[in-house]
């Protein structure tokens, strides 16, 4: 049996930037050119006009789109089912659950539709029947063919091999003065009686005689030709087995088939279950396995009691973000493998140590193209190209006070590489389209937007960039709307939207939320408690998200909330 194979993805934070987006693209370039395979460019957000612009210029498709990595039963079902069809026989299922070490076997249709399921203890039971029914012991629903072929026995005549029909086993060992009585004494008739008998002549020709169904010879032992004539004449099925009596009494009765062995109350999931309701649900279930199938009942896997102990073998990178609430959903289940990020450290844990590098510095990109550069590594022209985009992007263009001399001296290094001007460069970027324009409100807000925890009090920060105010000013009354819509829907204190001009390097803050926190922002307003004047403010990282903690410690002390306040409190 196999599992799915792992895969890494590298994936940026939720409502991608540029950075996210770009580095994740860079990393997979550069796991690859260390010849690592398996890593995968991902997202886990929409893209926006800035983000299509550097990709179309240089020809990368956008990164795979994760909405959730939350553990579901595909990750850890055994796809490889071992299944038996529903025309098989016990022995065919006992072989297969002898050579692949199985308990549960699904039964299966020709197009692979799910019927029920077999297991060993059913099997078992069946050829160990209770004592106080001897006659179960000889029955075998079964066909004459389904025998021979069981058997690996030498069939001298055959009379309607194929029918399926319920027989009963004798071994026609005692003397043939008795023997037309026992079956006749047990309420069965001779035409669903199979004899088996050695080299005794006399049993043979009374057996076909009595009309019996079939009669089978053991040890390979040779016919007489007046038998094999009489049976023939009398529509007695002749056959020859190899084993002795004992065997050829145990592997008839095992050539019966399945089908009324069939348990056709199986208990059935879908693979996009999560994992965490199965674990539950096997908790209270005495069902060894679950049949993995899809709306048409067509079996996609099998997942038992055990699967679902297996560690999950889906494994993330995380790109330009290293906090769970930014992070794709689900992430905290999973293996996060390593961190590439320039921003501060969040409260994040992990069960195993793990590759952890973050720098100060004004982008993603930056970090990934200096362990390029480190390792010796050349990235191709487009992947450089892809990097510059990332650190334009995020130091809008070396502009934000979040830049650092490693940064200009990388964006110099991928400039030589991808033989493109910088400045050009930044200009195509940002003149790529208001998002503010692009967008409805509801999206402007979270086309780049982070939710932060500082000390149990969750607050939302989103930042657009636009080329002057003009298009913020017709949209911010609705602007407005959207973001205490946004304070209600994702529980928070408050939430605020940095509207930064890429040409004057100045930004307004707009703010919805607690009335307490937004009488202590001191910077000036334009409109009373709602938006302010920002100037030299462009970072949300190192500027505002500071200012913003400054401030909720400034209310701790004065009481006006506790250290442990719940997210979304005098809203």
């Known amino acids: 049996m196999t599992t799915q194979a792992a895969t890494t993805y590298i994936v940026g934070h939720k409502n991608?930037?540029?950075?996210?987006?770009?580095?994740?693209?860079?990393?997979?370039?550069?796991?690859?050119?260390?010849g690592f395979t398996g890593f995968v460019a991902?997202?886990?957000?929409?893209?926006?006009?800035?983000?299509?612009?550097?990709?179309?210029?240089?020809?990368?498709?956008?990164?795979?789109?994760?909405?959730?990595?939350?553990?579901?039963?595909?990750?850890?079902?055994?796809t490889d089912v071992v299944s038996v069809q529903q025309n098989a026989t016990c022995a065919e299922a006992l072989e297969l659950i002898d050579r692949h070490d199985v308990r549960v076997l699904p039964v299966v249709t020709d197009e692979n539709r799910v019927i029920g399921s077999v297991s060993i203890f059913q099997l078992g039971g069946f050829f160990v029947p209770r004592m106080d029914e001897p006659r179960e012991m000889r029955k075998v629903f079964s066909s004459l063919a389904h025998i021979s072929r069981a058997?690996?026995?030498?069939?001298?005549?055959?009379?309607?091999?194929?029918?399926?029909?319920?027989?009963?086993?004798?071994?026609?060992?005692?003397?043939?003065?008795?023997?037309?009585?026992?079956?006749?004494?047990?309420?069965?008739?001779?035409e669903k009686t199979i004899i088996i008998v050695g080299d005794r002549r006399d049993i043979q020709l009374r057996s076909i005689e009595l009309g019996v169904r079939a009669l089978v010879v053991t040890g390979n032992l040779p016919i007489d030709d007046d038998v094999t004539a009489l049976a023939r004449t009398k529509g007695v099925s002749l056959m020859v087995s190899p084993y002795d009596s004992a065997t050829t009494a145990w592997v008839i009765r095992s050539a019966s088939i399945l089908d009324h062995l069939v348990d056709r109350k199986f208990?059935?999931?879908?693979?996009?279950?999560?994992?965490?309701?199965?674990?539950?649900?096997?908790?209270?279930?005495?069902?060894?396995?679950?049949?993995?199938?899809?709306?048409?009942?067509?079996?996609?896997?099998?997942?038992?009691?055990?699967?679902?102990?297996?560690?999950?073998?889906?494994?993330?990178?995380?790109?330009?973000?290293?906090?769970?609430?930014?992070?794709?959903?689900?992430a905290e289940q999973v293996t996060i493998t390593e961190i590439i990020d320039h921003h501060r450290i969040g409260s994040l844990s992990t069960q195993q140590p793990i590759l952890f590098i973050n720098e100060p510095v004004g982008s993603t990109c930056t970090i990934v193209a200096d362990l390029f550069r480190r390792e010796g590594l050349v990235?191709?022209?487009?992947?450089?190209?892809?990097?510059?985009?990332?650190?334009?992007?995020?130091?809008?263009?070396?502009?934000?006070?979040t830049s650092t001399e490693k940064d200009t001296c990388i964006l110099a290094w991928l400039a030589k590489i991808a033989q493109i001007n910088s400045r050009e460069l930044a200009d195509t970027i940002f003149s790529s389209g208001s998002v503010i324009l692009a967008n409805p409100p509801g999206k402007v807000i979270r086309t780049d937007f982070k939710i932060y925890d500082e000390d149990g009090v969750r607050f939302a920060v989103s930042q657009v960039e636009e080329l002057g105010f003009g298009n913020f000013w017709q949209h911010a009354r609705d602007l407005a709307k959207a973001l205490k819509e946004l304070?209600?829907?994702?529980?928070?204190?408050?939430?605020?939207?940095?509207?930064?001009?890429?040409?004057?390097?100045?930004?307004?803050l707009l703010v919805k939320g607690d009335p307490e926190f937004i009488s202590r922002i001191n910077y000036p307003y334009v409109?009373?408690?709602?938006?302010?004047?920002?100037?030299?403010?462009?970072?949300?990282?190192?500027?505002?998200?500071?200012?913003?903690?400054?401030?909720?410690?400034?209310?701790?002390?004065?009481?006006?909330?506790?250290?442990?306040?719940?997210?979304?409190?005098?809203?």
């Open 16 to 34: 991608p930037d540029a950075d996210a987006i770009c580095s994740a693209i860079a990393y997979a370039a550069f796991k690859e050119a260390r």
């Open 42 to 78: 991902a997202r886990c957000g929409n893209s926006n006009a800035r983000i299509d612009t550097i990709l179309t210029r240089f020809r990368q498709p956008l990164p795979l789109y994760l909405s959730d990595v939350t553990p579901r039963v595909r990750d850890v079902m055994v």
């Open 151 to 190: 058997l690996k026995a030498r069939v001298v005549h055959s009379d309607q091999a194929d029918r399926l029909e319920e027989l009963f086993v004798r071994v026609g060992a005692m003397d043939v003065r008795s023997f037309g009585t026992i079956s006749s004494g047990e309420g069965v008739p001779f």
């Open 267 to 330: 208990s059935s999931i879908g693979a996009e279950i999560r994992l965490s309701d199965v674990r539950k649900k096997l908790a209270t279930s005495s069902t060894a396995a679950f049949m993995v199938i899809d709306d048409n009942g067509i079996l996609q896997g099998i997942l038992s009691k055990t699967d679902v102990l297996k560690p999950v073998k889906t494994r993330l990178v995380l790109v330009d973000h290293n906090e769970m609430t930014q992070a794709v959903s689900g």
């Open 379 to 401: 990235p191709t022209p487009a992947i450089a190209g892809i990097m510059m985009s990332g650190i334009i992007a995020d130091t809008l263009h070396l502009n934000s006070p």
């Open 487 to 508: 304070c209600v829907e994702d529980n928070l204190l408050f939430a605020c939207l940095l509207v930064t001009d890429i040409n004057t390097q100045n930004s307004l």
């Open 527 to 571: 409109e009373k408690d709602e938006i302010f004047d920002m100037p030299g403010v462009v970072s949300r990282k190192k500027q505002l998200i500071p200012y913003i903690g400054s401030v909720l410690k400034e209310m701790q002390t004065d009481g006006v909330i506790a250290p442990s306040a719940s997210a979304g409190a005098n809203i």
